[in-house]
């Protein structure tokens, strides 16, 4: 079983770390200027000039797809930070001092759970301020529950082992015992919720801006070429199956990384 | 019967609150929704005038007490932009979001169940290896991109349907249900691969209890075992996944429709909240949550029903 765990998990790390490596890469540079239109490449087909082709301003593809993808990631990365920052504070302190606040957070939180995500964040969407950074905040907001319940549970677990009884005898005060001490015992669960949450932050990118919701023009983004790409679906196909084909292989490296911590690989 | 009478309890109480939140979040978006209504005829007078024939004055509960009253009893308000009742706006949506959602739904149960069983009977065969890696790979896969790939596939290369062309159930059910296969194709093969995953797993925990070596030992084979004794428990956390699933299956139609261009809820949600007119997108995101508060109060009933040993309370 562990053999198997260890299998999935570096599927995970070399497909994450392949397409990191590319994004990496392509912010510094690709092989065209992503927004250079070119009228003689005008739907050129795949070849060793245009990788993927170009679209119908003759701009490059994959160039396109790089800095898209690096765009989606920066946004799924902002977001599970914005989350999980929010969550771990709102986690441990619930999960450290209990009471009634704990209790009715707790319900809270459950109850926010139970609702699909995406439905979450059209409402948010709807009622934050316009402007570039509001899908990350909508989305951050939208993962804090997960975080702090996690966070909370693991807190609440560890709060009757020895190491913390004993660090409180030593007259170590709250806060250092929750952040110091417990914190870095939290990590390993935690970090397969990371991982999950940065599957579910791409996939909700990638929804929200293909409804036109998300990310807006100028501004690259995976959902938006492939709404962008479904107009041009019978003259390049390509364009957007290599579209879908970059969000799936984020989503999937992930999935599997989180699955190979010891996730079950969706939430 | 205690547990259920209390269940509806919590059940009224959640709708309620629900409802009461989702009108509280429309009502802090900033921006007046007067001048949108008014455009170029806006002057200060007409707006205040207005902005009394709509009751925006007044409290906030009050005005969601009768916002409440008005959605229960059918009467939900005026539409910003298309100037009619948000009823006759909805007209229509809801049947083809439900009927989307009930296909999936059936598709879903019909195939992940054989599946996650076929695949737990013969686990670590060549059939098991081949379905755990499908199964991951196909979780992965957002619906909307399948929607795509079917568009093109079958819509453009094959021409089994005309992308775009939706067939409402008055002309033709069999026509309409033709059309929405695909959509619902596309919604259920990641919770296909998703269902049959746990289905997988949670028979092959089962198959590692006390009870199932007694079953062995009375000289049941492989399937004997499964079959007679594991899969009613094993079934268990499936059959509460599915009975909420639903809610997620609604969720994935909201873009699928999109894909598609089905007019259904989904579709109206988001076209109302790109134009902002927010009663529409009140009362349909209260819809889909109160589809969605059921569904898990339905799901505890059930699960209840079939193990009466599980008491959430």
Known sequence: MIDKKNKTFRAGLIITGIMLLIIIIGAFWTPYDPNAMNGAAKWAKPSFEHLLGADNFGRDIFSRLVEGAGATFFIAAASVAIGLVIGLVIGGLTGWFGGWIDEVLMRIIDSITAFPSILLALVLIAILPSGKYNIILALGLLFIPSFARIVRMEVAKQKNLDYVRNAKLMGVSDMRILFVHILPNVVPVLLSTVAIGFNNAVLSEASMSYLGVGVQPPDPSLGRMLSEAQNYLLSAPWYALSVGIAIILLILGFGLLSEGLGGDGNA | ?313
């Open chain 2, 1 to 313: 019967m205690r547990y259920v009478c209390k269940k509806t309890g919590i059940l009224i109480i959640t709708l309620i609150l629900v409802s009461l939140l989702a009108f509280l979040a429309f009502q802090v978006i900033p921006g007046d929704p007067t001048t949108k209504l008014l455009g170029t005829e806006y002057t200060p007078e007409r707006a205040e005038a207005l902005r009394e024939e709509l009751g925006l004055n007044r409290p906030v509960f009050v005005r969601y007490w009768e916002w409440l009253t008005g959605f229960v009893t059918g009467d939900m308000g005026m539409s910003y932009s298309y100037a009619m009742d948000v009823r006759d706006v909805l007209h229509g949506k809801v049947a083809v979001t439900a009927v989307l959602a009930i296909i999936s739904w059936i598709i879903v149960v019909g195939v992940s169940i054989p599946l996650g069983i076929a695949m737990a009977r013969y686990q670590s065969g060549r059939f098991d290896r081949v379905g755990v890696a499908m199964n991951q790979v196909f979780m992965a896969i957002p619906s909307f991109f399948l929607g795509i790939l079917f568009t093109y596939i079958f819509g453009l290369v094959l021409k089994w349907f005309t992308p775009g062309k939706f067939i409402p159930f008055s002309e033709s059910f069999w026509g309409c249900i033709g059309y929405m296969i695909f959509p619902a194709i596309a919604i259920s093969i990641p919770k296909i691969a998703k269902v049959a995953k746990l289905l997988r797993s949670s028979i092959l925990h089962e198959m590692g209890l006390d009870y199932v070596r007694t079953a062995y030992s009375h000289g049941n084979s492989r399937w004997m075992v499964i079959r007679i004794h594991v899969l009613r428990n094993a079934l268990l956390p499936v059959v509460t996944y599915l009975a909420m699933s639903l809610a997620d299956i609604v969720a994935s139609s909201i873009i699928v429709e999109q894909v598609f261009a089905l007019p259904g809820l989904g579709r109206l949600l988001v076209t109302s909240i790109s134009n902002r007119d927010f009663p529409v997108a009140l009362c349909i995101v209260v819809i889909i949550a109160f589809v969605v508060v059921f569904m898990n109060y339905l799901a505890d009933i059930v699960t209840q029903y079939i193990d009466p040993r599980v008491r959430l309370d």
